[in-house]
């Protein structure tokens, strides 16, 4: 058993106080096996691990060749949650969590999986995507982070080189100012090598080659111009720095050593290297072509070593769970993911002054209807970031922006938020004009009923909000917002003409009353 403390920059955790320890479990189908960790969060914040074991698993090999899981691979996965579900019930687990990354993600029949596990174990598998796998990573590394000071100096590239696809995140102040999914992975690349295993000079030149293509995309997405450091997570990485003798919880692991390991690797097969180095086959197979790929992103990036973090998703996952127990919430680094938005909006070169102002009557208007619409802290959340970014369709053209912020912002990542919040923002960002969410738009009518409850509500505030601020002058600073007698009445000091933003507000209101049944009125108030 070991002691994993909680990171000193995680809010709500260390010193917050539970009454008795809870037991938690969580659940990682990856795509060389199942993993599980069971712990217990004490009373002072801290987590006593108490079992990790994993199953190794093929799914990726399967996921990536055929586009679906097996009828065995799903009964083989099944077995193993059921022995895992026996030890949770053995501990007493009274929280857990189970997530499938990109091997599930991939495959056409991953409902089928999901229902399947369920159905014969009772663990609820949650199917996640790029940008949440970023964001758990991120939240266990970054108590690595926090412990070097050095580090926050320069830029970092955070990236994990997983089966299918390759999350990056963009680390500036110790915060992540943009991610991405880039779909090259170990498996990705092994379906490319298939045919050219003769000649080892041309496996070297096209993985170099996919790596460039990706890192052209690293550097058009994310906003940086020099990275001072490259951080790789995964278990290829954490391999090497097994292998190469790294120490700490960033251990630097040089090109020329990664070069090397790699050659090494090269010249024996799967069975052999399990053999030499105590892992499975299946682990192996990834272990060459990733050597390779890293020691081409550090020529590629003048830097001179590859930081490897020992941390992993299911430390994240485990975070996250103390997390919410701790203090009631599952939203995680919400400062993180408004700093990804305020880059996206640098980006398209939106007015940042009027997006933040938003963002801020839009929280004042949110928290003063609480009662109304029983939303919250994600919602919150998705609602700030929609108005930091509602205007970005202004870089395509300005006649029917709203629909353009709805196309870039679909086609686009922000740290934190799923597919389908980012769904929920594109279409609140499409309906702060205009005409209102109805059943004949198409994007809209394909959300699932509570996502559309969701857009209707955060849009109507939306409207009001960016109604208020028509100027993009923010003359409307910290006002007292109630609901009286039908109205949502907004009193704002007497200071300013506020005759524009009272006609703007009467054109948008429409919407906010036919959702709240509230009239939103601007009362100005001599001071």
């Given at each position: 058993?070991?002691?994993?403390?909680?990171?000193?920059?995680?809010?709500?955790?260390?010193?917050?106080?539970?009454?008795?320890?809870?037991?938690?479990?969580?659940?990682?189908?990856?795509?060389?096996?199942?993993?599980?960790?069971?712990?217990?969060?004490?009373?002072?914040?801290?987590?006593?691990?108490?079992?990790?074991?994993?199953?190794?698993?093929?799914?990726?090999?399967?996921?990536?060749?055929?586009?679906?899981?097996?009828?065995?691979?799903?009964?083989?996965?099944?077995?193993?949650?059921?022995?895992?579900?026996?030890?949770?019930?053995?501990?007493?687990?009274?929280?857990?969590?189970?997530?499938?990354?990109?091997?599930?993600?991939?495959?056409?029949?991953?409902?089928?999986?999901?229902?399947?596990?369920?159905?014969?174990?009772?663990?609820?598998?949650?199917?996640?995507?790029?940008?949440?796998?970023?964001?758990?990573?991120?939240?266990?590394?970054?108590?690595?982070?926090?412990?070097?000071?050095?580090?926050?100096?320069?830029?970092?590239?955070?990236?994990?080189?997983?089966?299918?696809?390759?999350?990056?995140?963009?680390?500036?102040?110790?915060?992540?100012?943009?991610?991405?999914?880039y779909d090259l992975g170990t498996l990705r690349i092994r379906e490319l090598l298939r045919g050219e295993e003769a000649d080892r000079r041309a496996v070297t030149r096209l993985i170099q080659h996919n790596v460039r293509e990706m890192v052209n995309e690293v550097k058009r997405t994310l906003p940086f111009?020099?990275?001072?450091?490259?951080?790789?997570?995964?278990?290829?990485?954490?391999?090497?720095?097994?292998?190469?003798?790294?120490?700490?919880?960033?251990?630097?692991?040089?090109?020329?050593?990664?070069?090397?390991?790699?050659?090494?690797?090269?010249?024996?097969?799967?069975?052999?290297?399990?053999?030499?180095?105590?892992?499975?086959?299946?682990?192996?197979?990834?272990?060459?072509?990733?050597?390779?790929?890293?020691?081409?992103?550090?020529?590629?990036?003048?830097?001179?070593?590859?930081?490897?973090?020992?941390?992993?998703?299911?430390?994240?996952?485990?975070?996250?769970?103390?997390?919410?127990?701790?203090?009631?919430?599952?939203?995680?680094?919400?400062?993180?993911?408004?700093?990804?938005?305020?880059?996206?909006?640098?980006?398209?070169?939106?007015?940042?002054?009027?997006?933040?102002?938003?963002?801020?009557?839009?929280?004042?208007?949110?928290?003063?209807?609480?009662?109304?619409?029983?939303?919250?802290?994600?919602?919150?959340?998705?609602?700030?970031?929609?108005?930091?970014?509602?205007?970005?369709?202004?870089?395509?053209?300005?006649?029917?922006?709203?629909?353009?912020?709805?196309?870039?912002?679909?086609?686009?990542?922000?740290?934190?938020?799923?597919?389908?919040?980012?769904?929920?923002?594109?279409?609140?960002?499409?309906?702060?004009?205009?005409?209102?969410?109805?059943?004949?738009?198409?994007?809209?009518?394909?959300?699932?009923?509570?996502?559309?409850?969701?857009?209707?509500?955060?849009?109507?505030?939306?409207?009001?909000?960016?109604?208020?601020?028509?100027?993009?002058?923010?003359?409307?600073?910290?006002?007292?917002?109630?609901?009286?007698?039908?109205?949502?009445?907004?009193?704002?000091?007497?200071?300013?003409?506020?005759?524009?933003?009272?006609?703007?507000?009467?054109?948008?209101?429409?919407?906010?009353?036919?959702?709240?049944?509230?009239?939103?009125?601007?009362?100005?108030?001599?001071?």
């Open positions: 058993m070991s002691e994993l403390a909680p990171p000193p920059t995680l809010p709500g955790l260390a010193g917050a106080g539970t009454a008795a320890p809870s037991v938690l479990s969580v659940i990682d189908v990856g795509s060389s096996g199942v993993r599980m960790l069971l712990a217990e969060l004490k009373p002072d914040g801290t987590v006593r691990i108490l079992e990790d074991v994993q199953k190794p698993l093929a799914l990726g090999r399967e996921t990536f060749r055929t586009g679906t899981l097996s009828a065995a691979s799903i009964q083989k996965a099944v077995n193993m949650l059921r022995q895992y579900r026996a030890m949770m019930d053995s501990y007493g687990v009274t929280h857990t969590r189970a997530v499938a990354t990109s091997a599930v993600r991939s495959a056409l029949n991953r409902d089928t999986f999901v229902d399947r596990v369920f159905l014969a174990t009772g663990i609820e598998v949650e199917v996640i995507e790029g940008s949440q796998e970023t964001l758990l990573t991120f939240a266990a590394v970054q108590r690595a982070l926090a412990a070097r000071p050095d580090l926050i100096v320069e830029d970092s590239l955070m990236f994990e080189l997983s089966a299918g696809s390759t999350e990056w995140a963009l680390v500036r102040g110790g915060d992540v100012a943009g991610s991405l999914t111009e020099k990275v001072g450091n490259l951080i790789a997570i995964g278990p290829e990485a954490r391999f090497a720095a097994r292998a190469l003798k790294g120490e700490g919880d960033l251990a630097a692991v040089s090109a020329k050593d990664l070069r090397t390991l790699a050659d090494q690797i090269f010249a024996m097969t799967p069975a052999e290297v399990a053999a030499s180095f105590s892992i499975t086959s299946v682990e192996a197979e990834s272990l060459a072509p990733a050597f390779i790929a890293y020691a081409e992103l550090i020529r590629l990036n003048p830097v001179d070593r590859l930081l490897v973090a020992r941390a992993g998703i299911r430390d994240g996952l485990l975070l996250q769970v103390a997390k919410s127990i701790q203090s009631g919430s599952s939203v995680f680094f919400p400062e993180q993911t408004i700093a990804a938005a305020l880059n996206l909006a640098r980006k398209y070169h939106a007015d940042e002054r009027h997006g933040l102002h938003t963002a801020a009557l839009a929280r004042n208007i949110f928290d003063a209807t609480q009662s109304q619409h029983g939303m919250g802290e994600m919602e919150r959340l998705l609602l700030e970031v929609a108005s930091i970014v509602h205007d970005i369709g202004n870089y395509v053209a300005a006649r029917g922006h709203h629909r353009h912020a709805y196309y870039l912002l679909v086609n686009s990542e922000v740290f934190g938020l799923s597919k389908m919040d980012l769904e929920i923002v594109a279409n609140v960002a499409r309906y702060h004009r205009k005409a209102g969410p109805q059943s004949d738009h198409p994007a809209y009518a394909a959300l699932p009923r509570a996502a559309r409850l969701t857009v209707n509500r955060l849009s109507a505030i939306l409207r009001v909000a960016d109604a208020l601020d028509k100027a993009h002058g923010q003359r409307i600073q910290n006002p007292r917002i109630t609901v009286e007698e039908g109205e949502l009445r907004i009193a704002a000091d007497g200071t300013e003409d506020l005759a524009l933003e009272r006609l703007t507000l009467d054109q948008k209101s429409g919407l906010f009353e036919e959702v709240f049944g509230l009239k939103p009125v601007l009362a100005e108030e001599v001071t």
